[in-house]
């Protein structure tokens, strides 16, 4: 259990994707903090990861990620219930496919914010937990469509972009702090399920340009993110780790 005793916060962590990374840390041994806007789900989470866990493993906490005393509560929390916060998962975001025409500045801003402002928040409340322990690790969620672009998506792909950016400078600033900052670029994460003939085509066209053959499930990605967030990925810092299946090369 390599993460055991680790403190790990998971924004986004109530549902989806969010949700699989916060429980199979825990099951690494991880005490992970479950940080959402959604703080019935993740109640509901937490309390069933400790279920699982029969033990204190988990705790939620209600976070709006574009709010500075939101993300800094949230690290006040980590710390009130588990005493370190060892590494946050940046995970939080909103992916919404807008005609570039048709987004107007407010949305665009939002979009921005609830993307890659709250990287720098939720990465700024951490901070001094992490630089008084001597050591920490963040790890941001990107997107592979940030080597390729797509349209209708030019805001998020932009606020990914950002985040490509962030963790290569930030990984330089803290590297000597004991910090590293890394981050993982995930393709489309098709969830099973039955597909309308559109979605059945679109993941065709996906599958078929990727190396591995098949969807890609939320399961993928775990073993990219417990290796950043365990001491095995020490001497890793400012890298963007891709796993889409070779859809993408970089």
């Known amino acids: 259990m390599k993460l055991i005793n680790k403190t790990v916060i998971v924004t986004g962590g109530a549902n989806g994707i969010g949700r699989v990374y916060a429980a199979h840390l825990c099951s690494l041994g991880a005490?992970?903090?479950?940080?959402?806007?959604?703080?019935?789900?993740a109640e509901e989470t937490a309390a069933t990861l400790n279920e699982a866990s029969r033990r204190p493993i988990a705790v939620a906490v209600r976070v709006d990620v574009t709010?500075?005393?939101?993300?800094?509560?949230?690290?006040?929390?980590?710390?009130?219930?588990f005493g370190t916060i060892d590494v946050l998962v940046n995970n939080a975001g909103s992916y919404p496919h807008v005609e570039f025409e048709d987004?107007?500045?407010?949305?665009?801003?939002?979009?921005?914010q609830i993307?890659?402002?709250?990287?720098f928040l939720c990465s700024k409340a951490v901070l001094p937990i992490m630089k008084a322990q001597g050591k920490g690790k963040?790890?941001?969620?990107?997107t592979n469509l940030?080597?390729?672009?797509?349209?209708?998506?030019?805001?998020?792909i932009t606020a990914k972009a950002g985040i490509v950016g962030f963790t290569r400078s930030l990984a330089r600033e803290l590297g000597g702090c004991g910090i590293t900052v890394n981050a993982i670029a995930p393709g489309a994460v098709i969830p099973k399920g039955n597909y309308s003939d559109e979605s059945r085509s679109r993941v065709d066209m996906i599958?078929?340009?990727?190396?591995?053959?098949?969807p890609q499930q939320p399961e993928d990605l775990v073993g990219t993110l417990a290796y950043l967030a365990s001491d095995d990925s020490n001497f890793v810092s400012g890298q963007i780790i891709t796993v889409d299946g070779g859809l993408t090369m970089h």
């Open 138 to 142: 963040i790890i941001n969620i990107a």
């Open 115 to 119: 993307n890659l402002d709250s990287v």
């Open 207 to 214: 599958v078929n340009n990727q190396c591995v053959k098949r």
């Open 67 to 81: 709010s500075p005393e939101d993300t800094a509560r949230m690290s006040e929390v980590a710390v009130e219930n």
């Open 103 to 112: 987004i107007d500045y407010e949305a665009w801003r939002r979009v921005i």
């Open 146 to 156: 940030v080597w390729v672009g797509l349209p209708a998506m030019v805001h998020y």
């Open 31 to 41: 005490r992970v903090v479950v940080a959402d806007i959604d703080f019935e789900n």
